[in-house]
Nanobody
Framework: QVQLVESGGGLVQPGGSLRLSCAAT????????GGWFRQAPGKEREFVSA????????SYADSVKGRFTISRDNAKNTVYLQMNSLKPEDTAVYYC???????????????????WGQGTQVTVSS
């Protein structure tokens, strides 16, 4: 069992930056692949980014490619999402997820993740 806690969300102006953190407790995060998803009001949850257990493989949604960077520090049991050049359309609740079933690759489908955080709100507005 692993518990995930996101932090780092908030209100930022367009063009600004935020760094989300996902801290894992209960079991070592290094045996899990990690992912970030988001859900805007009235929309379905969508994939944002994913990282393999060791950090060697990453993947991004086309909408965030070149602006967001996923990383992890297994010594700190934490996965990060650095978000730059934020746009109003990035406004959503961002969720961290952990996947123990296929830790050596990246997974874009939310249903394949077996642990989820509670979410952190990101609002991009002037």
């Amino acid at each position: 069992q692993v518990q995930l806690v996101e932090s780092g969300g908030g209100l930022v102006q367009p063009g600004g930056s935020l760094r989300l953190s996902c801290a894992a407790t209960g079991r070592t995060f290094s045996t899990y692949a990690g992912g970030w998803f988001r859900q805007a009001p009235g929309k379905e949850r969508e994939f944002v980014s994913a990282i393999s257990w060791g950090g060697a493989i990453t993947s991004y949604a086309d909408s965030v490619k070149g602006r967001f960077t996923i990383s992890r520090d297994n010594a700190k049991n934490t996965v990060y999402l650095q978000m730059n050049s934020l746009k109003p359309e990035d406004t959503a609740v961002y969720y961290c997820a952990a996947n123990s079933r296929r830790p050596y690759t990246v997974v874009k489908t939310g249903g394949e993740y077996n642990y989820w955080g509670q979410g952190t709100q990101v609002t991009v507005s002037s």
